[in-house]
């Protein structure tokens, strides 16, 4: 079964400044997603990506696909407390369409920033 | 547009009852599925669906069922609660390019 590692899994910055978390897969990679999710709340989808060097931007996040690496990683440039809370990833595990309802996810990245 | 509507948003159950979780979509994706979120163990699949009438099972099925007689709704069912059964639920609603989540329930099985 695919597994997917997430580092850090927990980072602190001071607002302002920039920071990038990791999604590492054990298997290729068919598709990834990023999620935000604040404590006791839902997941917040921020973007999909499907194609090797595919590169997608959401406001100041940035999320990039490294299919050779089976990697993903998303940017948060300038960062801002409203920022704060679980990054996770998601991803499909097999090609074709029956998998976009099966995801696996890691195990989520803790970010705190400090104003 | 409501999305991925989840309901109830908070469940306490005795050890062997049993109950529905309700979850509706409205933007007509294919996809639907359930997740459990717990401490230590991040979101398993429970259950999913690739359309109405068609059903399968995830990593963590036992203990649930589940239906697609609709596009819309895609209800989970605990047969006999179990402690092991206190986690946080989502439901999420999939299409090609997006997977969209409901806001959760959270289950306590005493």
């Known amino acids: 079964s695919q597994e997917l590692e997430q580092s850090p899994q927990s980072l602190i910055v001071q607002e302002g400044k920039n920071l990038t978390i990791n999604c590492t897969s054990s298997?290729?990679?068919?598709?990834l997603y990023w999620y935000k999710q604040k404590y006791g709340e839902g997941l917040i989808f921020l973007m999909m990506?499907?194609?090797?060097?595919e590169e997608k931007s959401h406001e100041k996040i940035t999320a990039k696909l490294d299919e050779k690496k089976q990697q993903s990683s998303l940017h948060i440039t300038a960062s801002q407390p409203s920022h704060a809370g679980i990054y996770l990833c998601g991803a499909i595990s097999n090609a074709g369409g029956t998998s976009y309802g099966k995801l696996t996810f890691g195990q989520g990245t803790i970010l705190t920033v400090h104003p | 547009n409501a999305g991925v509507t989840q309901t109830p948003k908070f469940q306490v159950l005795k050890t062997g009852q049993s109950m529905t979780l309700q979850c509706a979509q409205d933007?007509?994706?294919?996809?639907m599925s359930w997740y459990r979120q717990d401490p230590g163990m991040g979101l398993r699949l429970i259950h999913y669906?690739?359309?109405?009438?068609?059903?399968d099972q995830g990593e963590v099925p036992n203990g649930y069922n589940v239906s697609r007689s609709t596009t819309e709704d895609f209800p989970l069912r605990l047969l006999s609660a179990a402690p092991s059964q206190t986690s946080v639920y989502f439901c999420a609603s999939s299409y090609g390019t997006g997977a969209f989540f409901g806001q959760g329930t959270r289950l306590t099985v005493v």
């Open positions: 669906s690739v359309g109405a009438g068609i059903t």
């Open positions: 990506l499907q194609k090797g060097g």
């Open positions: 933007m007509n994706h294919e996809y």
């Open positions: 298997k290729t990679l068919y598709g």
